[in-house]
C-alpha cells in the first residue's frame, strides 16, 4: 500500500468521524458550554486531514496500485506465511476463551502456534504438548494461586 | 538530600527490592534475546504488578528498563545481532573482540560501563528532577496543553523518518483515546451503542498490541524461526575484571561525555535508548584519540555505546517525574502503570506529601536497580548467555500468551484482548508504512490531557491567544512550530543542495 494511498484512506476517515461528531449527545446542562463533547475530536480531525493532505501530494507511491503478477502474489504469500496464519489463530483463541475457558483455549493454542512455527522435523508433537500444558498449568497457578486473578471459565459446559 | 534518603528507604524494604531483582532478572533477559524490547518486557511485567503498592509497581518496571539496557549488550558481543536497538552500537566493536578471543572482556566492559553509565545518568536524574518540578508547578491549563503540543511535535520529528508521518501519528493517538466517554462530560463517544467500547480503550492492550504483539508479527515475518548460530564457545567467557577496569580508567573521558550525551538525549522526549546509543558513539569517536580503531574491536566503543544507553534510561525518567511528560516508550508504560495504581504523574508528584516518597523511591530505585543489574550479570553470565539461543518457535507463543494475559486481567473481558489484537493489527501495519509507534503512543496517551487543560483554558479564558501571550506556554509552542520548521527547512535545503554527480570511466 502506497503512502498515498493510505492518505486517501485516512481522509475518508477523518470525514467519516468529522460527520459522526455531529451525532454526539448534547446534554441541555452543558449548553452554556461553547466546547461540547465533539470539538476536540472535530478539531484534531480537521488537523489529521490536512496532515493527511499534506502525505497525499508530496507521499511517494501511485494512488492506484498495478496489477500483482503471478511471482509478486507468491513472493508475498511467502513473506507474510507466518504472520497471516498467526493473526487468525490469536483471534480464534481470544474468541474461543469465553467458551472454552483459559486453561483448555491457552492449551490448545500453545501447541498450534508451535506446530506452525517449529521448522520442519522440529521436534516431537509428544514434547510440544507436554511443553505448552506445563507452561499453562504454570502460569495459570500463578495468576489464579498468587495474584488471586479469576482467569476465564469454560462457558460451554 | 533527606527526601532522597527517604526514598532509597522506602526502595530499601524487601518486597520493593525482590521485585526489582526479578525486573532487572526479566530485563536483562527480553534485553538479551534478539527481536524482544525493552519496551516489550516492561508491558508484559505490568500485569504482574497489578497487586503491589505502586512503588513496588514502577520498581519492578524499573529493574526491567534498567536490566534490558544492560542485557542487550549479551548477544550484541556473543552473535553480533543487538539485543535490543539500543546495543545496535555495542555490535560495531564488541561482536569484534568476541570474535578476537575476548569475549569476557567485551562483555566485561559493557557491564561496568552500563554502571558507570547508569551512575553518570542517576546524578543527572536526581540533579534535573526536583527543579524541573518546580518549574512544573508554575503550569496552569495552558501551559499544559503547550507542552503536550510540544512533546507531539518533538516526538514526530525525532522519532521517525518524516515529520508529517509522525504528526499523523500522534494526531491518530489523540483521536482514538477521544474514543469511549469524554473526560469532562462523561458523555460517550464514537462508540455506536457498544457498552465496552463506551468505556474506551484502556492504555494496556493498546500498548501491548501496539509494541509487543506488532514486534512480534515483524519478526515472524523476517522468518527468524530458529535460533541464531553460536558464534562464541560459551566456556570461553571468563572476564577479567582487572583489565576492564583499566580500560574504562584510561576511557574517563568517553565514558563522561557518553553518559551525559545519552543522559541529555533521554531528557529530551522521545529520544530513547536508540538514538543514544549510536550518539554517543559517534561523539565518542570524535573525543577518542584512537579514533581509526573504532569499528575492530575497541574498548572505548563498547564503553561509549553501553554508558550512552543506560544513562539514557535516567535521563527518560526525569520529565516522566517532573512534568508527567514520558521521556520514551518505556516511561509511556511507566506512567500508564502510574495511572492504573491511582497515582497521577505530574508537578505535583514531588511536591505532594503523599507522593513524593514515591517519586523519590524511584529516583533512588534507579541507582539500585543499576547496581543490582551488575551484579546479576556477572553473577549469571553464562546462563543468561545460553538463552541467546532459545529457538523462536518456543518463544513467541508463549509470549503471545503472556500479552493476551497481560490484557485479560486488566478487566477481566476478553474484550481487552480483542483490543490488543486490533491495535496490534494496526501497530504492525503502521511499522510496515514507517509511521512512528512512539508518536501514537504519546498522542493516546497524552490527548485526554490536551483536551481536559484546553477545555479548562478555554472556560477560564476564552480568548485563543492566551496560550501565546502567556510566557512558559507562547515558548512552548514556539519551540514546538520551531522543530516543524527546522524538519522542513532541513528538507528544503537537502532537495536544494547540488547532487555530485558520480565520475565516469
Known amino acids: ?157 | 538530600m533527606e527526601p532522597l534518603l527517604a526514598g532509597l528507604g522506602a526502595f530499601l524494604q524487601p518486597p520493593v527490592l525482590i521485585s526489582t531483582l526479578i525486573g532487572v532478572v526479566a530485563g536483562i533477559i527480553v534485553g538479551l534475546i534478539p527481536g524482544f524490547t525493552i519496551t516489550m518486557g516492561v508491558i508484559l511485567v505490568l500485569p504482574f504488578t497489578f497487586g503491589m503498592t505502586p512503588l513496588q509497581g514502577i520498581a519492578t518496571m524499573m529493574g526491567v528498563a534498567v536490566g534490558g539496557a544492560s542485557g542487550g549488550l549479551i548477544s550484541a558481543c556473543l552473535i553480533g545481532i543487538p539485543g535490543t536497538p539500543s546495543a545496535v552500537a555495542t555490535t560495531f566493536d564488541g561482536f569484534p573482540m568476541a570474535r578476537n578471543g575476548e569475549p569476557g572482556r567485551a562483555l566485561g566492559l559493557g557491564t561496568w560501563a552500563s554502571l558507570f553509565g547508569g551512575i553518570i545518568g542517576w546524578v543527572v536524574l536526581a540533579a534535573a528532577t526536583p527543579p524541573l518540578a518546580e518549574f512544573g508547578l508554575k503550569f496552569g491549563p495552558w501551559e499544559l496543553f503547550s507542552l503536550v503540543a510540544f512533546s507531539i511535535t518533538m516526538i514526530a520529528s525525532l522519532a521517525g523518518e518524516s515529520l508529517t508521518k509522525g504528526l499523523i501519528a500522534g494526531l491518530l493517538g489523540i483521536l482514538l483515546a477521544t474514543i469511549g466517554s469524554d473526560p469532562v462530560l462523561n458523555i460517550s463517544r464514537f462508540s455506536f451503542g457498544n457498552e465496552d467500547v463506551e468505556s474506551g480503550f484502556d492504555f494496556l492492550p493498546v500498548l501491548i498490541g501496539l509494541f509487543a504483539f506488532s514486534q512480534l508479527m515483524t519478526d515472524l515475518e523476517r522468518r527468524e524461526g530458529e535460533a541464531p548460530r553460536v558464534a562464541i564457545r560459551l566456556a570461553d567467557i571468563r572476564i577479567p575484571h582487572l583489565q576492564v577496569l583499566r580500560d574504562i580508567w584510561n576511557s574517563k573521558v568517553v565514558l563522561l561525555w557518553s553518559s551525559i550525551v545519552g543522559a541529555w538525549i533521554g531528557v529530551v522526549p522521545a529520544a530513547g535508548g536508540s538514538i543514544a546509543n549510536v550518539l554517543a558513539y559517534d561523539q565518542a569517536k570524535k573525543v577518542s584519540r584512537h579514533r581509526s580503531k573504532f569499528g575492530t574491536g575497541h574498548y572505548e566503543g563498547i564503553i561509549a555505546s553501553e554508558a550512552g544507553n543506560n544513562s539514557v534510561s535516567a535521563g527518560d525518567l526525569v520529565p516522566m517525574l517532573a512534568l508527567g511528560i514520558p521521556g520514551d516508550a518505556v516511561t509511556a508504560v511507566m506512567l500508564g502503570a502510574l495511572l492504573i495504581h491511582g497515582v497521577q504523574p505530574g508537578p505535583q508528584l514531588m511536591s505532594d506529601p503523599r507522593t513524593s516518597q514515591l517519586a523519590w523511591g524511584v529516583i533512588a530505585g534507579y541507582l539500585v536497580a543499576t547496581i543490582l543489574t551488575l551484579v546479576i550479570q556477572f553473577w549469571g553470565m553464562r546462563l543468561f548467555a545460553r538463552l541467546v539461543f532459545v529457538p523462536y518457535h518456543v518463544l513467541v507463543p508463549g509470549i503471545l500468551v503472556l500479552s493476551a494475559l497481560g490484557a485479560l486481567v486488566l478487566n477481566n473481558r476478553v474484550f481487552d484482548v480483542f483490543v490488543l489484537l486490533g491495535f496490534g493489527v494496526l501497530g504492525y501495519l503502521m511499522v510496515k508504512h514507517q509511521f512512528p509507534l512512539a508518536s501514537f503512543v504519546l498522542g493516546f496517551l497524552l490527548g485526554p490531557l490536551a483536551e481536559i487543560n484546553l477545555r479548562r483554558a478555554l472556560q477560564t479564558d476564552p480568548s485563543v491567544l492566551e496560550f501565546v501571550l502567556r510566557p512558559i506556554s507562547g515558548v512552548l509552542l514556539l519551540l514546538a512550530a520551531l522543530s516543524v520548521a527546522y524538519y522542513f527547512w532541513v528538507g528544503y535545503r537537502r532537495v536544494r543542495a547540488p547532487r555530485v554527480e558520480p565520475a565516469v570511466g
Open chain 1, 1 to 157: 500500500m502506497s503512502d498515498r494511498l493510505i492518505a486517501l484512506v485516512l481522509v475518508a476517515v477523518c470525514g467519516f468521524i468529522y460527520w459522526q461528531s455531529y451525532a454526539i449527545r448534547k446534554p441541555s446542562f452543558a449548553a452554556f458550554e461553547g466546547f461540547d463533547a465533539g470539538t476536540f475530536p472535530r478539531a484534531i480531525v480537521v488537523v489529521l486531514a490536512i496532515f493527511c493532505l499534506v502525505l497525499l501530494v508530496r507521499g511517494t507511491g501511485a494512488l492506484v496500485p498495478r496489477r500483482p503478477t503471478q511471482d509478486d502474489l507468491r513472493r508475498w504469500a511467502a513473506r507474510y506465511r507466518l504472520p497471516l496464519i498467526s493473526l487468525p489463530l490469536f483471534a480464534a483463541y481470544a474468541a474461543a476463551m469465553g467458551a472454552i475457558g483459559w486453561f483448555a483455549d491457552t492449551a490448545a493454542y500453545l501447541i498450534a502456534m508451535q506446530l506452525v512455527l517449529q521448522p520442519r522435523g522440529g521436534g516431537r508433537l509428544a514434547i510440544v504438548v507436554a511443553g505448552s500444558l506445563a507452561f499453562t498449568w504454570a502460569l495459570g497457578l500463578g495468576f489464579e494461586g498468587l495474584l488471586h486473578i479469576v482467569l476465564p471459565k469454560p462457558g460451554l459446559f
